[in-house]
């Protein structure tokens, strides 16, 4: 059974920055796409960035230019590096992974960790 163990969320200013991680076990990690997520408070999940197999990356518009999602297979890991973080961002940050990274983007009938909070604020 696959787990995802995600970290690394907090409560920082507006213009701050936070790297977030997700631990993946169960799975040969190295061939699947993995996603990031984040879901506010009262709106819908929503797929933020997502890395292939092959390390190639797609982002929301939402977050371009300012998160940077990147992976560690040694260690079973994918990464967020989120800067210029603006109110807007303030969510529950959640992993997932597919072998189809086209797939990513349907949040339905998907297993989900604990995630890990970010809040921006003043």
């Known amino acids: 059974q696959v787990q995802l163990v995600e970290s690394g969320g907090g409560s920082v200013q507006p213009g701050g920055s936070l790297r977030l991680s997700c631990v993946v076990s169960?799975?040969?990690?190295?061939?699947?796409?993995m996603g990031w997520y984040r879901q506010a408070a009262g709106k819908q999940r929503e797929l933020v960035a997502v890395i292939t197999s092959g390390g190639n990356t797609v982002y929301a518009d939402s977050v371009k230019g300012r998160f940077t999602i990147s992976r560690d297979n040694a260690k079973n890991t994918v990464y967020l590096q989120m800067n210029s973080l603006k109110p807007e961002d303030t969510a529950g940050y959640y992993c997932?992974?597919?072998?189809?990274?086209?797939?990513?983007?349907?949040?339905?009938?998907?297993?989900w960790g604990q995630g890990t909070q970010v809040t921006v604020s003043s």
């Open positions: 997932n992974l597919d072998n189809r990274w086209e797939r990513l983007r349907t949040t339905e009938n998907r297993n």
């Open positions: 169960g799975i040969i990690f190295n061939i699947y796409a």
